[in-house]
């Protein structure tokens, strides 16, 4: 009998058992599957490096930006629309451009002029997808702009006009009663500004001091505490006063979090404290940790069955991935308890190698990283323009995990040692508020609402009811762009083209066809427009210090910039309506031109062009044109160059249907020598009305001409027109060179030339991204001839 009650005893232990670690197992797979269902839509982080970050009003703005897929940290091949706003230090929005992105990457330029005041402005980068998420996922950058008529920069003395003293208990729960708390503090100006302070101390309520407290040079610090009911406060002496600030209250049951990931390079060591009668509370006395960073997510539990109030747990930093990783303790029931911010550095990084090539001012550059994305802004050795706002190990590893961006990560990066990993984990430590919130989290995965652009999208109305509409099609046509597309028309009377690819202010053209004679527009009124070239974001930047940094008359030297020369003409009137405005451009001054007029509309295009000493063949949708005269032993028809509005065309098909309502000039000639190999005689101009030019408020044509809204053209950098580059306001604030574009070859080469400028030493800004995710970001100066 004695032994069928053992063995029932020990069945039910064995059960019971096996129940807490079946229950355990299924709240730590909940709790990861949580994590894995809220980032489960891939999201972006962005990165542009500037060329500097202090520019003059005669400068512009550089900027290469490369995008990150945070799912599998590549390059984010799918991203074509990024968005680019400037904004002052009031929020006003000043500027603002869509750029274009392919592979992963993207550049452009912002042109300054005397308009913008001196003062502190940022720059906010973004896509249409980012509006899919509860947090901010863009990517702003502080630059500042001095006008050179009236130069001023924002002050660096502190404001102490407020002063923010602010506390973080590790965990960022709250004071817990009798334990040991590891308390952050950080110490800021009114503009946010870190105060670089004495050593302060905490006090108690009668005044006596009960520690020391020390800050480094960014304001943070920290320090333990084991935290009574009665009142502490932390004074500091600024600026010849004593401030102090008082600690919050602490509650009499919780539990208390320390991580430290920077004290060894393979471990991470957590610690979690708790009160007895807390201890006693916890169902099964079990607590679980999480780490994750995105999706990627390792739950751990944790138990106090042992009796102890203190329970330490190591883990290897294989858990961990590069970059920050969010460390949560939850209870049984899955409610946060604490929650705290870790970083992993990534492996080094091998430096480009730079050696002169024997040419002037020109480098050979070799990387371990075949096919890679770089960037290069080269400044004066002593540059006082580069205040390391544009850092790609911030925007990429550490600011998409935070709500308080930083800029400054190669000073914990570039030189790293446990000292300064231990400042970057202050900096974490002192996070006021985390960007990911468990209770976003818990609540649910993110809803696809917005749409992920692929190039731009044009929509159109038919504004006229069409029977056997599936009989008919839209044509879309831009000569500058390249575009020739078809779309069908649906059952609201809408057509769109996606995926589309144009400059800003390119003309497009869209007709009304009924296949097969794709190329004779029929008579249309329609609406079109570009529907997604500018995009509202949930999230615009707004400047949050309750501050702004004023501004002082510096005594320091600018550059000065060569006048450009303007000639201002007087008003001229003409009275001649008819007049031809165009018979001086390049060329058209030994054609016959023609104004057109009433007396010509009615005709199309190609029989304008018959009529004035060509022949016109029409092939189905083609169209060729002839000169009359055979000028080659065979017999061989020769053919005219044509442009339209000042472009060549190759096809001639797009004139097929073209009227003359919508022509404002035509300058021809059938006998006119072209220079070409290709038996080219006669040059026939076209230039189309611009939309004002119509009589009436709508063109009388069966083809409607509008100005796409597209992306911002990519320009070849140009340098500001400095007067004197040896002087010291070059040193101070010019660019010497700015190089967005290098692909490293299949041997990780390169070639950098760089031009003269009578320097000894530049300073090199290296950044850029591998199609394997590796990232390269490095400062380094080199000796130029």
């Not at 102490?160 to 009798?178: A, M, R, T, W």
């Not at 290897?316 to 920050?324: K, R, W």
């Not at 409610?335 to 705290?340: D, E, H, I, S």
């Not at 992993?344 to 990283?369: I, M, R, V």
Request: net charge neutral; proline share 5%.
């Amino acid at each position: 009998m004695r032994t069928i009650i053992r063995q029932s005893a020990l069945l039910l232990i064995s059960l019971t058992s096996f129940l807490s670690f079946s229950q355990n197992d299924s709240i730590k797979k909940e709790i990861s599957s949580r994590f894995t269902e809220y980032f489960r839509l891939y999201r972006e982080a962005i990165h542009v490096q500037l060329d500097k970050d202090v520019f003059l009003s005669d400068e512009q703005i550089w900027f290469k930006g490369y995008v990150m897929n945070r799912k599998t940290a590549t390059p984010f091949l799918l991203t074509t629309n990024v968005f680019a706003v400037l904004t002052d230090s009031q929020g006003n929005k000043v500027d603002e451009q869509l750029v274009f992105a392919s592979g992963g990457a993207f550049s452009g330029n912002i042109s300054l002029g005397k308009k913008y005041a001196s003062g502190t402005y940022f720059l906010q980068f973004f896509t249409n997808w980012m509006n899919n998420f509860s947090e901010d996922e863009s990517s702003v950058y502080k630059v500042t702009v001095v006008n050179t008529e009236k130069p001023l920069l924002p002050s660096d003395k502190p404001d102490y006009s407020k002063v923010n003293i602010e506390f973080n208990p590790q965990g960022g729960g709250n004071l817990i009663l009798g334990v040991r708390n590891v308390v952050g503090i950080s110490v800021t100006d009114c503009t946010g500004a870190p105060l670089v302070l004495t050593d302060g101390y905490l006090a108690d309520g009668n005044g006596k001091e009960i520690m020391k407290i020390s800050l480094n040079k960014f304001g943070y610090g920290k320090f333990d505490f084991t935290p009574e009911s009665a009142i502490t406060k932390a004074f500091f002496t600024l600026n010849g006063q004593q401030v102090s600030a008082t600690l919050p209250p602490a509650q009499q049951q919780g539990i208390t979090l320390d991580v430290n990931s920077y004290a060894a390079p393979d471990k991470t060591y957590v610690t979690i404290g708790a009160n007895p009668g807390y201890v006693n509370s916890l169902p099964g006395k079990k607590l679980f940790l999480s780490v994750n960073q995105d999706e990627k997510a390792v739950v751990f539990d944790i138990d106090f069955n042992n009796g102890l109030l203190e329970q330490k747990l190591i883990f290897m930093n294989d858990n961990l991935s590069d970059g920050v990783n969010t460390v949560t303790v939850f209870d049984a029931d899955k409610n946060m308890l604490a929650q705290r911010l870790v970083f992993k550095k990534p492996a080094d990084t091998p430096a480009a190698n730079l050696t002169p090539s024997g040419k002037l001012n020109q480098f050979t550059g070799s990387s371990p990283y075949p096919h890679a994305n770089l960037s290069i802004s080269v400044l004066p050795e002593n540059t006082l323009a580069d205040k390391g706002h544009s850092d790609l190990y911030a925007s990429l590893l550490i600011n998409p995990y935070l709500a308080q961006k930083i800029t400054n990560a190669h000073y914990y990066l570039d030189q790293p040692s446990k000292t300064r990993l231990y400042e970057l984990d202050l900096l974490l430590l002192n996070q006021r508020k985390l960007k990911y919130s468990w209770s976003a989290i818990a609540a649910g995965p993110p809803a696809r609402t917005y749409e992920f652009d692929y190039g731009l999208t044009v929509k159109g109305t038919l504004n006229h009811k069409q029977g056997n509409i599936d009989k008919y099609m839209m044509k879309l046509f831009s000569l500058f762009s390249g575009i020739r597309e078809m779309a069908t028309i649906d059952s609201n009377n809408e057509f769109y083209f996606k995926n589309l690819v144009a400059p800003d202010g390119a003309q497009g053209s869209v007709s009304f066809v009924k296949p097969p004679e794709l190329s004779n527009p029929l008579p249309a009124k329609m609406a079109v427009k570009v529907i997604n070239a500018s995009r509202s974001f949930k999230f615009p930047y707004r400047p949050g210090a309750a501050c702004v940094p004023k501004l002082d008359s510096i005594d320091l030297i600018f550059p000065d910039f060569n006048e450009k020369d303007v000639i201002r003409l007087d008003e001229v009137k003409v009275d001649n309506k008819y007049k031809l405005t165009r018979q001086m451009g390049y060329g058209n001054a030994l054609l016959k031109g023609y104004k057109i007029t009433a007396e010509n509309n009615g005709l199309d295009v190609l029989n304008f062009i018959r009529n004035h000493g060509f022949d016109v063949v029409r092939n189905l949708n083609n169209v060729a044109i002839y000169g009359r005269s055979r000028t080659t032993i065979n017999g061989q028809r020769n053919e005219p160059v044509v442009y339209l509005d000042n472009f060549r065309m190759m096809d001639f098909g797009e004139l097929d249907g073209m009227r003359m309502d919508d022509i404002d000039e035509i300058y021809i000639s059938s006998t006119a020598i072209v220079s070409s190999v290709n038996n080219n005689i006669g040059v026939i101009k076209i230039y189309r009305k611009k939309v004002g030019q119509y009589p009436g408020k709508e063109p009388k044509t069966n083809i409607v001409d509008f100005k796409i809204d597209g992306y911002q053209m990519i320009r070849p950098f140009t340098n500001a027109d400095y007067s004197d580059k040896s002087n010291a306001g070059f040193e101070n604030f010019g660019i010497v060179h700015w190089i967005p574009n290098i692909i490293t070859d299949d041997n990780g080469g390169f070639t950098l030339q760089l031009p003269a400028t009578g320097k000894r030493n530049v300073k090199l800004l290296i950044e850029g991204m591998t199609p394997e995710g590796k990232l390269i970001s490095e400062v380094r100066t080199i000796t130029v001839n």
